[in-house]
């Protein structure tokens, strides 16, 4: 709840909780005025954020001519259509630039389990209502996915038979899809893996509870990814942490455990060369000083370490900070809030700078750096661009690795804030200022593409200094090498 919320394998080694002092919060110098909740990456660089307060109404932080999010600016945007203002919900940036919300445990702060949505336009300021899937009478903390070919998949939390249903853009109509679901999807999380499958681990499978499983698109349809050995969901509860796809290809899965003497576990999934086969899990360290991750938020940094919330029990404050990269965690600072936070007040969002943008429902949002660096194979590489562009107007670019190696930040079934698409900022020479051209309707939104050629739309801002500049694209917060263009 959000609310109140290798080969030889190698074993994992144990945790160590040595503290590293070279990572930073900073404070938005220009605070919210209100209580800063879910954020959301728009592809126009701009970071959507909802009030937590009511529910209803949103705020778009727009980043300085350097760039700079800590010095960004903030706006009030229109607000949801009336009756409907949810906490722990379902949401994404849709492949054409939109954004959806789903559902809602909370509404308006009460108990609802509400089976509205609606989809935000950036480019008119609009939210359009979107009718449930027929039947659906709750869709409550439901997690959701935009799969690799950029259809929108929504589960239904709580109800029987366990089905889910995928959204047609264009005309805001549902079909059901995930046959085959050993349990309800109640308090899972979704991790869209690079061969395009969805994994989850089951919360509520009494009689296999350390079962995972994944959704094959092709198929329509979920299958087993073998069992996670070591047990992640809490039983009384239900609850389990954030599973955080890393630039490996491991899955990193953390734990949740109401009992405040035990430890969260983790697991670390192997996916399988063969899409139809369950892959394998090898136990992680458990999360430090006896601390957990049910109803968390983790990310991706771009060296490819795992920024880790933790509590002592579940929604029990204070919380305390981790990096794990693969091996061990180490103790990290936290946010000035920390003492007073639960995790699952908290929530992540990977920025195009590589800075991790937190929130908390407070009107206290900090942004993490942190000094490791991506290994340059990560980034993605730009091949076919246009060497002059023209202000207001549209163009194609293509190269490898445009939406990155993994989603980016995760919590699981109460909000998601995936950022597996291109952005493309431009940096005119002279000025140095900095603009980010918005894109949509991008070839793929898989992750860890290798080698094959994606591309992406974007449209050049119609505001932008001219001359010769210098283009980027951005995926996980890693940057390509530039190339210099010309905007006219």
């Known amino acids: 709840m959000k609310l109140s919320r290798a080969g030889i394998l190698l074993v994992v080694l144990v945790a160590c909780s040595v503290t590293a002092l070279s990572q930073t919060w900073h404070a938005l110098h220009n605070q919210p005025s209100f209580g800063a909740s879910i954020p959301l ?40 259509p009336p009756g409907y203002g949810p906490s722990a919900f379902g949401s994404a940036v849709l492949a054409d630039g939109r954004v959806i919300v789903e559902g809602g445990e909370y509404n308006f702060g009460q108990l609802e389990w509400t089976n509205l949505g609606a989809v935000y336009d950036p480019l008119t300021n609009v939210w359009t209502n979107v009718d449930p899937p027929p039947g659906w009478t709750i869709i409550g903390d439901a997690e959701s996915v935009v799969l690799s070919d950029g259809t929108f ?13 995928l959204l047609d853009e264009k005309t805001l109509s549902w079909t059901f899809t995930g046959s085959n679901k050993q349990d309800l999807y109640d308090e899972e999380g979704w991790t869209l893996l690079p061969d395009g499958a969805v994994l989850t681990v089951d919360t509520e499978n009494a009689l296999h509870p ?34 955080v796809l890393r630039p490996d290809g491991t899955v990193f899965a953390t734990g949740a455990n109401s009992d405040k003497t035990k430890a969260g576990h983790t697991s670390i ?132 690795q445009f939406n990155g190696l993994s989603q980016g930040a995760m919590y699981g079934d109460d909000a ?9 900022r431009i940096t005119n020479s002279a000025s140095h200022h900095v603009f980010y051209a918005r894109t949509h309707n991008p070839s793929t939104m898989g992750v860890a593409t290798g080698n094959a050629k994606v591309s992406t739309h974007f449209d050049v801002p119609s505001d932008m200094e001219t001359g010769a500049s210098k283009l980027v694209v951005v995926a996980n917060g890693i940057a390509s090498q530039p190339v210099v263009i010309t905007v006219q």
């Open 41 to 80: 990456q728009l592809t126009d660089g701009t970071v959507l954020v909802q009030d937590g307060n009511t529910g209803s109404n949103w705020w778009r932080l727009t980043p300085d001519q350097s760039g700079s999010y800590l010095n960004g600016t903030w706006t009030q945007m229109a607000s949801l």
């Open 153 to 165: 998949m929504l589960a239904n939390c709580c109800a029987f038979p366990f089905t889910a249903a």
């Open 210 to 243: 350390k079962h995972a499983e994944k959704y094959v698109p092709k198929l329509g349809e979920w299958i087993s990814a073998g069992s996670t050995i070591v047990l992640l969901s809490d039983p009384p509860t239900a609850e389990i942490g954030p599973a």
């Open 269 to 400: 999934y192997h996916p399988p060369a063969d899409l139809m086969q369950p892959g394998h899990w090898v136990p992680g360290p458990d999360i430090p000083d006896e601390n957990d991750m049910g109803d968390a938020p983790a990310a991706l940094l771009p060296d490819g370490n795992v920024l880790c919330d933790t509590n002592h029990g579940i929604n029990n404050p204070p919380t305390t900070f981790y990096e794990f990269d693969g091996t061990k965690f180490t103790k990290v600072p936290g946010p000035p809030r920390a003492n007073k936070d639960a995790t699952e007040q908290g929530s992540m969002l990977v920025l195009p700078t590589g800075q991790i943008f937190f929130t908390d429902g407070s009107s206290d949002v900090e942004i993490y750096t942190s000094t490791g660096k991506p290994d340059p194979s990560w980034a993605p590489a730009i091949s076919v661009y246009p060497r002059t562009v023209t202000r207001g107007d549209s163009y194609v670019i293509s190269g490898t």
């Open 416 to 424: 998601q804030m995936a950022t597996n698409y291109p952005l493309i």
